[in-house]
């Protein structure tokens, strides 16, 4: 029987586990900076509303080139008029009577000539159109960039918890060993008590950085519109060495690629291209305009008989002196039903203008509209020059904070070995009761601190030089 109920139990283990697994399948999931940054690329709010942007532009330069062809337009109207009212197929009036009636016509006008504006239109949105694409190409890489930090900010963030832990593991070995010759008589309670305060200071510094991973994961999670940080886990990659020779190339060598190259100095050249294009549609506004119409027109109306036939009439003239009348036979039309096909072939009319529009005055508007777009052309040579400064300035300090990283780095490192062997030297003479637990506490507090810096020069090191590649076109990664 306990068997049996031992297989029932097993049997209903193996269920919920498999139940479970799909679950724990995704809570294992990794997530690299590669599929982090596709994940803010697809469902980035800014990123899709930039797009959006995108499209409508988009849609502005195909109108544009719409609007260098003739226009079509066809009307019809039906009518119903009461007493005095006119017929428009006859253009006489009637009185006291009802006419139905119904016109249609169809109408095209094509500019001919307009001072080059609507091929200069179609240019300027053509640049509008390109400097959306840059500006969403800069969205992406400032996302990228954000995103790469946060990345590394978490693998920062991780490895201070594990120094932190090794570091209370250690503590935690010396407090037993204090215990022991406390409780031996070797030491006094003071050393036993010194020791176990650094033991939780230690522990409080664990859970301070585990705070700290724990905002990282979100703050990474929440520039991806993740629901939630909730079994969110990056992929660790194996980073290299910091390694010098990723500063060979300088500033100016950085800068030379970066403004060939990177799109938001594109969006600033196209928006100055653009301002240039609007420049000359508003000095086109003081050419004579040329312009072609046509139009074709038919109508009826039931108030309108055609002649279907003649009668003769015979009419008196005048009577002779003996008082015969004088008539005289004259023929007459006589009119009868007029059907709506025979109107609306009839009733055909075609019309073809040629339109001059010559400026003359127009309340200082034209002047107006083309100092203002000097004045727009020159806002945006402005702001080229200011997207080239801030980018030189960007790579700059990149640089400058690259080699800082670096130096410190290389500092770092030789004082870590020189700390590390030191520490190894007053934890011996600790052991044998020859340093005391606050200068114990002091080496091996500055043994943290060191290899805390060490860490922190490290990845801002890998963050800048990903920067400088950056700018120099290369990819992201670590």
């Keep these: 029987m306990n068997q049996m109920a031992s297989k029932v139990k097993i049997i209903i283990l193996l269920i919920l586990l498999g139940l479970n697994l799909p ?9 690299s900076l590669e599929k982090c940054i596709n994940y803010a690329f697809e469902h980035n709010i800014k990123i899709k509303q930039q797009i959006l942007n995108t499209e409508y532009n988009s849609n502005v330069l195909q109108q544009s080139k719409v609007e260098l062809y003739p226009n079509l337009n066809a009307n019809a109207s039906y009518g119903s008029s009461f ?23 169809l ?75 406390f409780n031996a008589g070797s030491l006094p309670r003071g050393n036993l008590l010194e020791i176990q305060s650094q033991q939780a200071s230690e522990e409080l510094q664990v859970v301070n950085y585990e705070n700290q991973l724990m905002l990282s994961i979100l703050n990474l999670s929440q520039i991806l519109d993740l629901e939630t940080a909730e079994n969110f886990h990056i992929e660790v990659p194996q980073l290299s060495e910091v390694q010098e020779a990723e500063l060979l190339y300088g500033v100016d060598s950085v800068y030379t690629f970066a403004v060939e190259s990177l799109p938001q100095i594109k969006s600033a050249e196209y928006r100055k291209e653009s301002a240039l294009k609007g420049l000359e549609i508003a000095q086109g506004s003081r ?14 109306s039931d108030a309108r008989q055609q002649v279907t036939g003649t009668r003769l009439d015979t009419v008196a003239i005048g009577s002779t002196p003996l008082g015969v009348i004088v ?21 055909v009319s075609t019309s073809l203008f040629l339109n001059l529009s010559i400026p003359i005055f127009a309340n200082y508007q034209i002047r107006n509209g083309i100092r203002n777009s000097k004045i727009n052309v020159e806002n945006y040579a402005l702001e080229l020059e ?93």
């Design 287 to 300: 050419i004579p305009r040329l312009g072609l119409s046509a139009n074709y027109g038919t109508g009826y």
């Design 107 to 181: 109408s095209s006008s094509v500019t001919l000539f307009s001072g080059f504006q609507k091929l200069n239109t179609v240019k300027q949105n053509e640049f509008n159109l390109q400097a959306s694409l840059k500006d969403l190409d800069k969205l992406k890489n400032d996302i990228s960039l954000n995103i790469a930090a946060a990345y590394l900010q978490i693998l920062f963030s991780t490895e201070l918890v594990e120094i932190a832990r090794s570091q209370v593991e250690i503590t935690k070995q010396q407090v037993d060993r204090t215990g022991i010759l």
């Design 23 to 31: 679950v724990s399948i995704y809570s294992q999931e990794t997530w």
């Design 327 to 347: 008539s005289n036979v004259y023929p007459s039309p006589v009119y009868g039903n007029y059907p709506m096909s025979d109107q609306f072939r009839d009733n």
């Design 386 to 478: 200011n997207s080239k400064n801030g980018l030189y300035k960007e790579i700059q300090q990149a640089y400058a904070d690259a080699i800082a990283a670096l130096n410190k780095y290389k500092a770092s490192q030789k004082a870590l070995v020189a700390i590390e062997e030191s520490f190894k030297y007053t934890q011996e003479k600790y052991n044998v009761g020859l340093v005391s637990t606050v200068d114990y506490n002091v080496a091996k507090n500055q043994v943290t601190k060191t290899k805390s810096d060490l860490l922190q020069s490290k990845y801002d090191y890998i963050f800048k030089t990903n920067i400088l590649n950056f700018y120099r076109g290369e990819p992201i990664k670590l």
């Design 83 to 105: 007493g005095r009212a006119l017929d428009q197929t006859t253009y006489q009036f009637t009185q006291n009577q009802a006419v139905q009636s119904v016109n249609m016509n």
